[in-house]
C-alpha cells in the first residue's frame, strides 16, 4: 500500500463502496499504527470525491472519477448516501479539514428529512430532485447501513442529532417493518407513505439489524430477531440471500460469503456473554468449511439447497466474516468495544483518537 497505491487514476468508482472499503481502511490502519502516509492517502482519496457531494441537495451522486471529480447517478439510494459520515466525519478529525465531516452529516441529515410522514425510507431517491423514485421501505441491500450509521455516529462522534433520528426511526421500523409471525420476529417489507404490508421477504444483508439493535440497548428484540436469523441460516445449512419468512421458501438461493448474522452474533455475544451465540459461530463456521471451501481458497455459493459453488471471494470475506469470527472466540481484550466503533465493513476507528 505505501509503495504502490496512487488514487490518481482516470476511474470511475461509487463513492459509497470505495468510502467504506478503502477510505475506512486506511483510516483505520492510521489510527493502529500512526503511520502519517496512511492518513495522506486517506486524505488524497477524501479530495477526490468531495465531489460526489455537489448535488442541489448535498445528498452525493453514486458515482465519481477520482481523477476529473466528473460525476454520475442522480439516482440511488439511502445506504450508498447514510454510509459515509464515519469515514469523513474520521478523516476530518485527523485532517482538522471540517469540510469532510460536514458534507457527510448533510447528506445524511437531508434525506432523513425526507423520510415519510410515517418515518420511512425507500429504496431510491433523486438526489437532484430530493425526489423518491420508489416506495419500497425495508432494512435490506441499498438501505441497511444507513440506520446502522445513525446510531454509530451517535457513538463515534457523540452526536445526539443522530442519536435521535436513530430512535425516531427504530420506533418507524418496529411499527411498520417489524413482523410477528408463527416462526417468531422477523423485518419486512411495506410501503413508505401508508406502512401497508407488501412483501415477507428477509435475507442476509438484513441480519445486521439484530447487532445494531443490540448495540443501541434493545437487547430482547434483537436476541429475537438473531433467534430468527438463524432459523434462517439453518434452513439448508446456510442462509440463502433471500427468504420469504411466511413461506419459508427461498426467493434468492445464493450465499455471497455474507457477514451480517455472524457480525450480529459477535455483538450480541459481547453484549449478553450467552454462549448460544457461540455455538451459532461454530455452527457458522464449520458451514462456511464444509461447503465454501475449494483448493484455492474459499468461494460464494450459487445456490444453498443444491451446495453449487461459485468462483469468486468478495473482499468483505476478509474483512468482515473472518474478521467478526475471530473476534467472536477471541478474549474480549482483543478488542475493547466501549473503545471502538466498527465502520460497516468492520474497520474499527477508536472513539477518542
Ligand atoms: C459489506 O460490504 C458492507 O457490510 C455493506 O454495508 C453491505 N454488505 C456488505 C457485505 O455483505
Known sequence: ILERLSFDRDITVKNFEITIRLLGGLLSGYEMTGDEELLRLADDLGTRLLPAFDSPTGMP????????GTVRGAKTNPAEIGTLLLEFGTLARHTGKQAYHDKARRALVEL???????????????????????????VGGGIDS????????????????????WKDS?????????????????YGEADR?????T????????AFLPGVLALGGDLRRAERLQASCYRMWMLHGVEPEILDYRTMQVVHAGYPLRPEIIESAFLLYRVTKDPQYLEMGR???????????????TTVLENVVTGE????????????????????????ETLDLDRVVFTTEAHPLRRSP
Open 199 to 206: 412483501a415477507s421477504q428477509f435475507g442476509a444483508l438484513h
Open 283 to 297: 455452527k457458522f463456521f464449520e458451514a462456511l468449511l464444509r461447503t465454501c471451501r475449494t483448493d484455492a481458497g
Open 309 to 332: 459453488k461459485g468462483d469468486l471471494m468478495p473482499s468483505y470475506y476478509l474483512a468482515e466474516t473472518l474478521k467478526y469470527l475471530y473476534l467472536l472466540f477471541a478474549p474480549d
Open 112 to 138: 432523513y428529512r425526507r423520510r415519510s410522514s410515517i418515518g420511512l425510507v425507500a429504496e431510491e431517491i433523486d438526489v437532484e430532485t430530493g425526489q423518491w423514485t420508489s416506495r419500497t421501505s425495508h
Open 146 to 165: 444507513y440506520y446502522e450509521y445513525l446510531l454509530k455516529c451517535s457513538l463515534l462522534f457523540g452526536d445526539g442529532e443522530c442519536g435521535k433520528m
Open 61 to 68: 451522486y453514486m458515482f465519481v472519477n477520482l481523477k476529473t
Open 170 to 186: 427504530r420506533r418507524a421500523l418496529r411499527r411498520y417493518l417489524a413482523d410477528e409471525t408463527r416462526s417468531g420476529l422477523w
Open 193 to 197: 407513505v401508508t406502512g401497508k404490508r
